[in-house]
T-cell receptor, first 116, second 112 residues
């Protein structure tokens, strides 16, 4: 398996523009997580899905952020309008539930977002 | 209640030395404690994990020590190598597949 795939790897945009980050989880995984990483705040969970359904979006910073998972193999994180303080590395991760066993979260390579 | 506190924020260790990173938690419902390793430009990846029914787990040069009564756990890297230079995150979780609660990370630099 190719692992978790994210695109784009780098995004530079201007303040006010819409940004869409994409993620393809590992096939067969039924949990998908979006994280944001900054030096100041570390790794923050933004939202996670189970079987394509959003379970907890309490980490989404503002209404400018939205996430969707239209099917088991694709998710998007959208920021509209973007602001310079949104500059960060955004990670997508996926995992599979297997009974009572704790399962490893597999992270993608991340998207480095720079908002000018 | 959900926090995992990690220290130090950064660490410089001589090659061959021991690197020690500490984490503490408050939520007694946590029952799985993984450590993730992140190299520059990469996503975090699982390094080693422990459950609270054991006090220590060792995998090669990496050891987790767990103190349930103190609600603390630590990562020890023996014979640290320059290739170990990375950011290390401790984490905790309290049920099968709810999200991990991560510490803020420790940037380790191993110098020759």
């Amino acid at each position: 398996d190719a692992g978790v795939i994210q695109s784009p790897r780098h995004e530079v945009t201007e303040m006010g523009q819409e940004v869409t980050l994409r993620c393809k989880p590992i096939s067969g995984h039924d949990y998908l997580f979006w994280y944001r990483q900054t030096m100041m705040r570390g790794l923050e969970l933004l939202i996670y899905f189970n079987n394509n359904v959003p379970i907890d979006d309490s980490g989404m910073p503002e209404d400018r952020f939205s996430a969707k998972m239209p099917n088991a193999s694709f998710s998007t994180l959208k920021i509209q309008p973007s602001e310079p303080r949104d500059s960060a590395v955004y990670f997508c991760a996926s995992s599979a539930l297997a009974g009572l066993h704790y399962n490893e979260q597999f992270f993608g390579p991340g998207t480095r977002l720079t908002v000018l | 209640q959900q926090q995992v506190k990690q220290s130090p924020q950064s660490l410089i260790v001589q090659k061959g030395g021991i690197s020690i990173i500490n984490c503490a938690y408050e939520n007694t419902a946590f029952d799985y404690f993984p450590w993730y390793q992140q190299f520059p430009g990469k996503g975090p990846a699982l390094l080693i994990a422990i459950r609270p029914d054991v006090s220590e787990k060792k995998e090669g040069r990496f050891t987790i020590s767990f103190n349930k009564s103190a609600k603390q756990f630590s990562l020890h890297i023996m014979d640290s190598q320059p290739g170990d230079s990375a950011t290390y995150f401790c984490a905790a979780v309290s049920s099968g597949n709810t999200p991990l609660v991560f510490g803020k990370g420790t940037r380790l630099s191993v110098i020759a």
